[in-house]
């Protein structure tokens, strides 16, 4: 896609490109049926495909055609009467170019396939048209689809070579040896791989194109395993691998391969697989309603990641895609990585699925405590490790604050440990949240963690991360939800009876009080079998009664994060003496203090 989202480019029955800019143009077409675009793009010789928009350079647009040649115009340019020659031309191809691709993370490189049965990949910062950085005969019948993306790039059918991933490695980051066997994840293999290797080892000149037949050949006879190398002088810049089943012999099951499509809304993944070239997976991590995790290991970095498949269904996609939004939006502003939330490493599209991939964390806090109070071993939540959960939780609702987010589905299930001895966690999970300034859902938050500014549909801000933290801290402390949630009402009585009474102008103004109060004020429900409004008497008890401990401290400090009202409800600031945590929380003009001791 171009930076400006109102210019479309595209091909003609002639040699030349059309642009458009629509905002420039009527929304119904001419009654006369004429064309006029913005801009010709000249260059080409004959009619042909691909288009690819670089993600990097504003206006830089490249072509391929049945000239077999390749054009890369600047827009941005000075045009003549609306037309405007290209700036480059590349000819290399000996056919059809059929399709071109920028790679979306080098904004230099770009590859093209063609009909000669050549991949080509291009480096801009070459000075040479007639030279590319790499190429192969990577097909052995006509192409039909070409894409460098952040993991995979050609997409094509024949039979000798399947291309289904091509990692292109700039100069400065080559692929050693080990990575690349590491990569082809066979260990069982690897005397007879090293036998070719070292057979074809002096020959380092137009690519080891014998040993690459003798690996292919090999590992196709042993493994049924499709494995490309190319070998140039600073070691294996390009590996394909791909298991698969009788794909000479059934050329449905080959495409089936190639194009990468899934009929199925669940992903299906088996230990020890690959994932797109680069993600073997170790471990089955869980699931959830819109969504599975996986414990992978990153054949790149040679880390342990998570990677989270989303469901094929078009409002997880939709969802997932805001939380990449704002996960990205997060990580760049806190680059250092202090304020406790989750990291984001990569996200793709892979089968017909959106596939997201953050760090490994460890269990979730509602999981970990769980197993704690189940094992019968040592208690881990002390109020030590409370109160550094307490600064960490704080510190990251502050940051997302300050960025003016909120969080809106805190809860033990979105806290994660990062580290048990050390007790750090990370906060996780920003599927949910939004701006302050734009929040439109009135369906937010965990019920139990639910503030009851949003039970009773008033505006709401930050503080109902606040209001949820507090009832996470209570739970940690006892092992038991603080407000069980039957239903709203319950919800609300269980607040009215361990809290306080709610505001009376919160009522007055609550878009959804009379669904829970009446007239009087008194809570109410209505039972299902008999169709009759029953009352609710909430039971009155207290904070301190729910929290048998003796830190009178933390009891208060729980207290102040459940203010009913959420103009007297704290924010999430603070400052940090030497031996004490000195929590500031605001309240209107003022500024109430609490010290948390944690040399206890």
Request: with cysteine.
């Given at each position: 896609?171009?930076?400006?989202?109102?210019?479309?480019?595209?091909?003609?029955?002639?040699?030349?490109?059309?642009?458009?800019?629509?905002?420039?143009?009527?929304?119904?077409?001419?009654?006369?049926?004429?064309?006029?675009?913005?801009?010709?793009?000249?260059?080409?010789?004959?009619?042909?495909?691909?288009?690819?928009?670089?993600?990097?350079?504003?206006?830089?647009?490249?072509?391929?055609?049945?000239?077999?040649?390749?054009?890369?115009?600047?827009?941005?340019?000075?045009?003549?009467?609306?037309?405007?020659?290209?700036?480059?031309?590349?000819?290399?191809?000996?056919?059809?170019?059929?399709?071109?691709?920028?790679?979306?993370?080098?904004?230099?490189?770009?590859?093209?396939?063609?009909?000669?049965?050549?991949?080509?990949?291009?480096?801009?910062?070459?000075?040479?048209?007639?030279?590319?950085?790499?190429?192969?005969?990577?097909?052995?019948?006509?192409?039909?689809?070409?894409?460098?993306?952040?993991?995979?790039?050609?997409?094509?059918?024949?039979?000798?070579?399947?291309?289904?991933?091509?990692?292109?490695?700039?100069?400065?980051?080559?692929?050693?040896?080990?990575?690349?066997?590491?990569?082809?994840?066979?260990?069982?293999?690897?005397?007879?791989?090293?036998?070719?290797?070292?057979?074809?080892?002096?020959?380092?000149?137009?690519?080891?194109?014998?040993?690459?037949?003798?690996?292919?050949?090999?590992?196709?006879?042993?493994?049924?395993?499709?494995?490309?190398?190319?070998?140039?002088?600073?070691?294996?810049?390009?590996?394909?691998?791909?298991?698969?089943?009788?794909?000479?012999?059934?050329?449905?099951?080959?495409?089936?391969?190639?194009?990468?499509?899934?009929?199925?809304?669940?992903?299906?993944?088996?230990?020890?697989?690959?994932?797109?070239?680069?993600?073997?997976?170790?471990?089955?991590?869980?699931?959830a309603a819109f969504s599975k995790a996986i414990q992978a290991h990153d054949l790149y970095t040679g880390m342990d990641?998570?990677?989270?498949?989303?469901?094929?269904?078009?409002?997880?996609?939709?969802?997932?895609?805001?939380?990449?939004?704002?996960?990205?939006?997060?990580?760049?502003?806190?680059?250092?990585?202090?304020?406790?939330?989750?990291?984001?490493?990569?996200?793709?599209?892979?089968?017909?699925?959106?596939?997201?991939?953050?760090?490994?964390?460890?269990?979730?806090?509602?999981?970990?405590?769980?197993?704690?109070?189940?094992?019968?071993?040592?208690?881990?939540?002390?109020?030590?490790?409370?109160?550094?959960?307490?600064?960490?939780?704080?510190?990251?609702?502050?940051?997302?604050?300050?960025?003016?987010?909120?969080?809106?589905?805190?809860?033990?299930?979105?806290?994660?440990?990062?580290?048990?001895?050390?007790?750090?966690?990370?906060?996780?999970?920003?599927?949910?949240?939004?701006?302050?300034?734009?929040?439109?859902?009135?369906?937010?938050?965990?019920?139990?963690?639910?503030?009851?500014?949003?039970?009773?549909?008033?505006?709401?801000?930050?503080?109902?991360?606040?209001?949820?933290?507090?009832?996470?801290?209570?739970?940690?402390?006892?092992?038991?939800?603080?407000?069980?949630?039957?239903?709203?009402?319950?919800?609300?009585?269980?607040?009215?009876?361990?809290?306080?009474?709610?505001?009376?102008?919160?009522?007055?103004?609550?878009?959804?009080?009379?669904?829970?109060?009446?007239?009087?004020?008194?809570?109410?429900?209505?039972?299902?079998?008999?169709?009759?409004?029953?009352?609710?008497?909430?039971?009155?008890?207290?904070?301190?009664?729910?929290?048998?401990?003796?830190?009178?401290?933390?009891?208060?400090?729980?207290?102040?994060?459940?203010?009913?009202?959420?103009?007297?409800?704290?924010?999430?600031?603070?400052?940090?003496?030497?031996?004490?945590?000195?929590?500031?929380?605001?309240?209107?003009?003022?500024?109430?203090?609490?010290?948390?001791?944690?040399?206890?």
């Open positions: 896609m171009p930076h400006n989202n109102f210019i479309i480019a595209t091909k003609t029955i002639s040699a030349e490109v059309y642009v458009f800019d629509y905002s420039k143009h009527p929304s119904k077409p001419p009654l006369d049926g004429s064309c006029n675009p913005d801009l010709r793009l000249r260059g080409h010789n004959t009619e042909g495909y691909g288009l690819s928009w670089s993600t990097f350079k504003q206006g830089h647009l490249l072509s391929g055609s049945d000239d077999a040649q390749i054009c890369l115009w600047d827009i941005n340019g000075t045009p003549k009467n609306k037309s405007l020659d290209a700036m480059q031309i590349f000819k290399v191809h000996e056919g059809v170019v059929e399709d071109v691709a920028w790679h979306l993370r080098h904004e230099y490189l770009f590859g093209s396939v063609g009909d000669d049965q050549y991949l080509l990949i291009w480096d801009l910062r070459t000075p040479s048209v007639t030279k590319p950085v790499q190429s192969c005969i990577a097909h052995s019948s006509e192409v039909l689809k070409d894409g460098l993306s952040t993991l995979h790039a050609p997409y094509a059918y024949g039979f000798a070579i399947i291309m289904l991933t091509v990692l292109v490695k700039a100069a400065t980051f080559p692929l050693s040896r080990k990575q690349v066997e590491s990569a082809m994840a066979m260990r069982s293999l690897q005397p007879q791989v090293k036998a070719i290797q070292k057979q074809y080892a002096g020959d380092q000149s137009n690519c080891t194109w014998g040993w690459l037949r003798d690996a292919i050949k090999f590992v196709n006879q042993k493994e049924n395993r499709l494995v490309m190398l190319i070998w140039t002088k600073t070691g294996f810049s390009c590996l394909v691998i791909r298991s698969f089943e009788d794909c000479a012999q059934e050329k449905q099951a080959c495409l089936h391969c190639v194009t990468g499509f899934e009929e199925d809304k669940n992903f299906h993944v088996a230990l020890n697989s690959i994932i797109a070239g680069r993600y073997h997976v170790t471990e089955h991590l869980g699931s990641v998570c990677v989270k498949i989303i469901k094929n269904n078009k409002d997880f996609f939709d969802q997932s895609l805001d939380e990449i939004k704002l996960l990205k939006y997060v990580n760049k502003h806190d680059p250092a990585d202090k304020y406790h939330l989750l990291r984001l490493y990569d996200y793709f599209y892979y089968r017909e699925h959106l596939l997201i991939v953050c760090e490994l964390l460890k269990a979730n806090l509602y999981e970990f405590h769980k197993f704690n109070r189940e094992s019968g071993g040592e208690v881990y939540f002390t109020m030590p490790r409370l109160q550094s959960i307490t600064i960490q939780c704080l510190e990251a609702l502050q940051f997302l604050h300050s960025l003016g987010l909120i969080h809106c589905d805190l809860k033990p299930e979105n806290i994660l440990v990062k580290s048990y001895s050390r007790c750090e966690i990370k906060v996780i999970d920003l599927g949910s949240s939004c701006f302050e300034t734009n929040h439109l859902s009135s369906y937010v938050q965990s019920r139990s963690y639910r503030a009851p500014e949003v039970i009773l549909g008033l505006p709401y801000d930050k503080k109902i991360d606040i209001w949820s933290l507090g009832c996470i801290l209570a739970e940690l402390c006892t092992g038991n939800v603080l407000f069980q949630n039957d239903s709203p009402v319950t919800l609300l009585a269980r607040v009215v009876g361990i809290i306080d009474p709610i505001d009376q102008s919160m009522l007055a103004k609550g878009r959804d009080t009379y669904k829970y109060f009446t007239k009087n004020h008194m809570l109410y429900e209505r039972n299902q079998e008999s169709n009759r409004l029953e009352y609710l008497i909430p039971k009155k008890t207290s904070l301190r009664h729910r929290l048998p401990m003796g830190d009178e401290g933390f009891i208060e400090f729980v207290g102040h994060l459940l203010e009913i009202n959420p103009k007297k409800r704290p924010s999430a600031s603070k400052t940090i003496p030497r031996q004490h945590y000195l929590l500031v929380v605001s309240i209107h003009d003022k500024a109430q203090c609490l010290f948390i001791n944690l040399c206890n």
